[in-house]
Structure formats: C-alpha cells, structure tokens
C-alpha cells in the first residue's frame, strides 16, 4: 500500500524550460512534505519542504504546491538545467507520529541541452 | 560531505551469510533512521531510533536488527542473507525535533551472491 505515489517514473524536459514533478499521498495525517534529489552513487540531498499550514514554498529555482484537499503536490522547476538532471523523490510526514518519513518511489528527470 | 558517515561503502558476501552497516550521525543529531533502496526501487523505511531508543518500525524483516549506542552512532545487522537482499541501505539522522529535514548517507551497498 503506497502511501506516497509519484506517477511518472521518467520525465525529459529541455534545458531553460520548466520542469513538473508530481506526487500525490493518500495518508491525511500527513502535514509536512518535502523533496530530495538524488544522484547515482550518492545519498539523497534535501531540495526543499513544505508544512500543511502552506500552500507554496519557493527557494530559488525550486518552488513546492501543496493541495491539501487533494493531496496533491508538485515541484516546479524554472528554469532547467542539465544538472538538474537526477532522481527526485518527494517524502511526507506525520510530525505528531515519530517523525517517519515515507518517501515515493521517485521520478527520474532528464534535462537535455 | 553531509556529516553522515556510513561504513562499509561497498560490501559483496554470500547468501547465509550476516553482516553490520554502521553509521555515524551528523554532529548533534539525535535521530537515526535506516532506509533500504533496491534496484530501481524507492526508499523503503526500515527502522528510526531516536537517543538510543527505537521510535519507528518500517517494513523491517525479522532476520534485520537495529540499534543506537550511547554515542548516538547506529548499527543495522543483516542476517541469514539472501540475494534479495542486495541494495543500497541509507542511514539518515535529524536533530528529532519538530518538523526538520532528514540528512543522508552516501548508503553502504550491499551485493550478496
């Protein structure tokens, strides 16, 4: 039972344009959110989060929506660049639960030049 | 560098086999979590502990043991190996302590043949 899905295993986005990344829980409980690049080899970094009481966390480049009635966030990207290029993989908590993390299964993304 | 420090890096044994992965938290962490990445696969959540007492259980198999030291530093022992049990095993640590940000690992990974 997935409780954290990311749908699309891959994307492919063009260098300066913007990258979409998805995730959707189905654990109501969760109240903090947040998102890890990973690249091959190495452990995942931490991108950026969000708590329930937002909806929009912007950090750069990098802004997180959250839609809580539908239990849906997403990591925007703007603009992209190759090294951006890694797996992404979007986590949820309950912090009134042992602060467990659970984590997605990951989108791969793709910047191409 | 995160500051988390994992060791052995890479680890090849043989099915029956058992083996320890160690980890050392980023200074002033309190929390330690194991997570366990097979090929291609997500993070699965395995275990937390937090100041030497275990605080999370995940999808851990019972032939898996965990434990944190006084020291804070944390061991996942593997027993009775089989070779679905190669992956990429990630050690993170938080400060344990309102809504924060797990810091990884480069993870250990383990072949078992």
Excluded at chain 1, 98 to 111: A, E, H, I, M
Excluded at chain 2, 20 to 38: E, F, I, K, N
Excluded at chain 2, 56 to 77: C, M, T, V, W, Y
Aim: charged share 15%; proline share 4%; hydrophobic share 35%.
């Amino acid at each position: 039972d997935q409780q954290v899905k990311q749908n699309s295993p891959s994307l492919s986005v063009q260098e300066g344009r913007i990258s979409i990344l998805n995730c959707d829980y189905t654990n109501s409980m969760f109240d903090y959110f947040l998102w890890y690049k990973k690249y091959p080899a190495e452990g995942p970094t931490f991108l950026i989060s969000i708590s329930s009481i937002k909806d929009k966390n912007e950090d750069g480049r990098f802004t997180v929506f959250l839609n809580k009635s539908a239990k849906h966030l997403s990591l925007h990207i703007v603009p992209s660049q190759p090294g951006d290029s890694a797996v992404y993989f979007c986590a949820a908590s309950d912090l009134g639960y042992g602060q467990n993390f659970v984590f997605g299964p990951g989108t791969r993304l793709s910047v191409l030049p | 560098d995160s500051g988390v420090t994992q060791t052995p890096k890479h680890l090849i044994t043989a099915t029956g086999q058992r083996v320890t992965l160690r980890c050392s938290p980023r200074s002033g962490d309190l929390s330690v979590y194991w997570y366990q990445q097979s090929l291609d696969q997500g993070l699965q959540f395995l275990i937390q502990y937090y100041n030497g007492e275990e605080r999370a259980k995940g999808n851990i198999l019972e032939r898996f043991s965990a434990q944190q030291f006084p020291d804070l530093h944390s061991e996942l022992n593997l027993s009775s190996l089989e070779l679905g049990d190669s992956a990429l095993y990630f050690c993170a640590s938080s400060d344990g302590s309102g809504a924060n940000v797990l810091t990884f690992g480069a993870g250990s990974r383990l072949t078992v043949l």
